[in-house]
T-cell receptor
Framework: GAVVSQHPSRVICKSGTSVKIECRSL??????MFWYRQFPKQSLMLMAT?????????EQGVEKDKFLINHASLTLSTLTVTSAHPEDSSFYIC?????????????FGPGTRLTVL | GENVEQHPSTLSVQEGDSAVIKCTYS??????FPWYKQELGKGPQLIID?????GEKKDQRIAVTLNKTAKHFSLHITETQPEDSAVYFC????????????FGKGTKLSVKP
């Protein structure tokens, strides 16, 4: 399967600071990447769709000014959690869509555990 | 919009037994159905997927079946092993650039040695 990496894997920060998470597709180009959030024992919640070279599309209820997404290249998307608060503590997972002919497949990164103190 | 229901939420089997997880979807336009395995503290890993032009797909001990008329699809794991223990998510989408994955709520599978 395709490889998607995330960095950092774990981050602890103080309330009010900003945190940047990187998502990279290592062996394919991805025009579309996705950012998910997952609370303990729950399913994945789509936050936003990141499109290379254009603005991200945010799901309803997700604050675009708080969760800044940049997809500057075909292999890199970043999520910045601005002015983080304890309620932002969660497991953030990115995925990248690989297109192959008429079919698309989505591969996930290993996730980033964010803890805001 | 699409809605995906997944059952059961928890499943416990004895090593060597089979495990079956079922999902139903609501949008008949969906044509891509992947299954992901998520181990504790890790991201979901794609284990098998099926597209609407086939009814069944198998990869060693894992198989997925699709019934488009009834709008349901299932994951079958045979000869389960303790390392199969994880949370499994089904998903559905319209595929291509138009469809985002809609996930089920997950099934926690425990395989007892």
């Amino acid at each position: 399967g395709a490889v998607v990496s995330q960095h950092p894997s774990r981050v602890i920060c103080k309330s009010g600071t900003s945190v940047k998470i990187e998502c990279r597709s290592l062996d394919f180009q991805a025009t579309t990447m996705f950012w998910y959030r997952q609370f303990p024992k729950q399913s994945l919640m789509l936050m936003a769709t990141s499109n290379e070279g254009s603005k991200a599309t945010y799901e309803q209820g997700v604050e675009k000014d708080k969760f800044l997404i940049n997809h500057a290249s075909l292999t890199l998307s970043t999520l910045t959690v601005t002015s983080a608060h304890p309620e932002d503590s969660s497991f953030y997972i990115c995925s990248a869509r690989r297109s192959s002919g008429r079919s698309d497949t989505q591969y996930f990164g290993p996730g980033t555990r964010l803890t805001v103190l | 919009g699409e809605n995906v229901e997944q059952h059961p939420s928890t499943l416990s089997v004895q090593e060597g037994d089979s495990a079956v997880i079922k999902c139903t979807y609501s949008d008949s336009a969906s044509n891509y159905f992947p299954w992901y395995k998520q181990e504790l503290g890790k991201g979901p890993q794609l284990i098998i997927d099926i597209r609407s032009n086939v009814g069944e797909k198998k990869d060693q001990r894992i198989a997925v079946t699709l019934n488009k008329t009834a709008k349901h699809f299932s994951l079958h794991i045979t000869e389960t092993q303790p390392e199969d223990s994880a949370v499994y998510f089904c998903a559905a989408s319209m595929g291509g650039s138009q469809g985002n994955l809609i996930f089920g709520k997950g099934t926690k599978l425990s395989v007892k040695p």
